[in-house]
């Protein structure tokens, strides 16, 4: 069963671990094919041969990249704790919710995704470009605060798919941590840094966290990747 699911990932990729999260979450056994995304192996040439990324799931000899794709065909493909509320749908409004998300989970979906290239745009910008780009991450989490007052997670009352989503959030956290320029501090963002306190005891998430002694040389990948873009 085990070699049935493959995950080929890398190992400073949030959008890979978020597939690793979901595998764990739902009892998934799966190998994990660590990549070397400078030499590609001939496996993720195979089964990505247009794309060349990770992460890439393989079920069966079957490919599915993308890691919220991945998600929904993990929830899809098996009912073992699943992330989307299952049991409060009927069967056409979950088909609806795989194929589509509400537009509200979706807007969601999107400010999540859109925060890796705000923080990628701070990471690399000075002077009042700086401002701006902080300006831009600010008012994302903003909404994000917002839109978790009053929950456990951002899925409800258990960790489910949006969570896995927002886990831009953790590693956002843990960059602050690393460098010392906090932003997602309990005064600032309460209930953000509640849910993050709430994942981190959980040894499931800090599972697919990149290892502490592995977490300097992260914070160097993104710098020298934020170096090499603001030269092109």
């Known amino acids: 069963m085990a070699k049935e699911v493959k995950l080929l990932g890398m190992w400073a990729s949030p959008f890979s671990r978020r597939v690793e999260l979901a595998l764990k979450l739902k009892g998934i056994p799966y190998e994990y094919i660590e990549e070397d995304l400078s030499n590609k192996s001939p ?5 990505n041969p247009t794309h060349k990324k990770v992460p890439l799931l393989v079920h069966n000899e079957t490919p599915v990249a993308e890691s919220l794709v991945i998600l929904e065909y993990l929830d899809d493909t098996w009912e073992s704790n699943p992330l989307l509320p299952r049991d409060l749908m009927n069967e056409q409004w979950l088909v609806s919710m795989l194929n589509s998300l509400t537009k509200r989970d979706e807007a969601m979906i999107e400010l999540c995704g859109g925060l890796l290239p705000t923080m990628a745009k701070l990471g690399r910008s000075i002077g009042k470009e700086k401002e701006q780009a902080m ?10 605060e917002d ?7 951002f899925s409800g009352e ?14 956002f956290h843990m960059m602050g941590e690393i460098t010392g320029k906090k932003t997602l501090t309990t005064d600032k963002f309460p209930v953000i840094h509640e849910w993050i306190e709430k994942l981190m005891t959980m040894d499931v998430v800090n599972e697919c966290l990149i290892p502490k002694e592995k977490r300097q040389d992260w914070i160097e990948l993104g710098r020298k990747a934020a170096e090499s873009v603001s030269k092109c």
Do not use: H, M, S
């Open 147 to 153: 839109e978790l007052k009053g929950k456990q997670f």
């Open 158 to 171: 258990r960790i489910g798919y949006l969570d896995i989503a927002a886990n831009v959030l953790l590693w």
């Open 135 to 144: 300006e831009e991450v600010v008012q994302q989490l903003k909404i994000l």
């Open 43 to 47: 496996l993720l040439l195979k089964y």
